[in-house]
C-alpha cells in the first residue's frame, strides 16, 4: 500500500460535506433510536458521527434497499379489439452515485456475497449494477472488533482488504487512508494531506494489531462439511432452534441476506412493482399459492439458513454466505448463535431431547 492520504478528526465533516456534493455519502451515525449504536445513514451536517462500535444495521441498503420500486407501469386496453390490453412500463430511475464510508471490512465483503447472487449468474439485477457500478467503498479497520464478531472463523480478519478501495486506519489525529483499487485511487483526489512518517508508522501498528484482534476459535470449514450428515436429523434441528421466535431480526440485519419479494400495488390502471427484504425465518416465506409450505416449521427454516450460507452457497460460489460480522447474535432478542449450530454439526453423538 504505498499512496496514503490523512485526514485529520477536523477536517472529517468537511471531506464528507464535499464528497456529498458528488455522491450520496453513507456513514455510521448515531440515531435517537440506537443512542448506543450507529447506523448508517446519508450525510449531513451536524450529524453525530461514530465510526468505533460495530453499527447496528450494515451498509446492505446502500445497494440493496429495503424498499424499492422496480417500474411504474400502465395498462391500455385496445379500442378496436376489446380483450386486447397492452402493458406500457417506464424505465428504471437512474441512480446516483453512492460512498460507503467508515464500514467495517466484513461489511465490505458481505457486498462480495451480493455481487456473486445479483451479477454473476445467468441473469444479471440491473437494479443492483447499476447502484454497484456507481459506488465506491471505505471500510475502517476495527482495532476494537465487538464481543459477538467472528470474521477469523471465515476466512477472514478485522483489517481484511477485500471487498474495499479504500481504506481507512484509524489513528490518533485523524486517519490513515489507502487506495486499494483503481478507483480507490482516484478517490484519494479528494483528500489533500498526505500523512507523516510517524501517522504512517502509527497506522502500520494500529493495522497489525488489527489483524490479530478478534478471537473467532476455528475456522467453520470443517464443521460446515457435515451439514450435509445432520440434514435429516430432525431431533438436532428441533433442538438448535427451539428458542427462535421467527422474528427475521438476524436477517434484516445480516450484510449477505438477500432475499426479497415483489408485489404489484396497482391503482385504475396505473401500477407499480416493488420489491422488498424478504426474510427465510418468516413463516410464509416459502408457502405456495396452493397453501403448501415446503419448510413449515423454525427446524427446517433454520436448517436452510444453516445450509445457505455455509453450505450451499460455498458449494456453487467458493465462499461463505456470512462474513462472521456476528450482528445475528448480538441483536437476535432470544441469543441464538448461528455459528454454535455450525460448530455443533460436527459433534458426534449428542443428545437432543
Ligand atoms: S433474530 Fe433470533 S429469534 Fe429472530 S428469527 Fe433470527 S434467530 Fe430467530
Ligand atoms: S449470518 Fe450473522 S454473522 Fe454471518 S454475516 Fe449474517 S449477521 Fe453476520
Known sequence: MNNASFVSH?????????????????VPTRQAMTPHRPMFRPFQAGMDLDFQPMP????KGVLFPQGEELLKFRKEKSLSEATVTTLLWEDPAVFRPTIVFGCRPCDARGFLVFDRAFLQGSFVDPFYKARRDKNLVVSMVCPEPDAACFCGAVGSHPADTEGSDVQMIPVKEGYVLHGLTEKGQEFLKNVENTPSQAQQEEARQVWTSAQGSVDSGASLTDDAQHFFKRFADTAFWRFHTERCLSCGVCTYLCPTCYCFTLTDETNGVHGERLRSWDACMFHHFTQEASGHNPRPTKAERFRNRVGHKFSYFPEKHGRFACCGCGRCLRHCPVGMDIRAIVRALGESEE???
Do not use: Y
Open 10 to 26: 477536523a477536517e472529517l465533516a468537511d471531506l464528507l460535506r464535499r464528497l456529498s456534493e458528488q455522491a450520496e455519502v453513507w
Open 56 to 59: 447496528v444495521t450494515s451498509a
Open 351 to 353: 443428545v437432543h431431547d
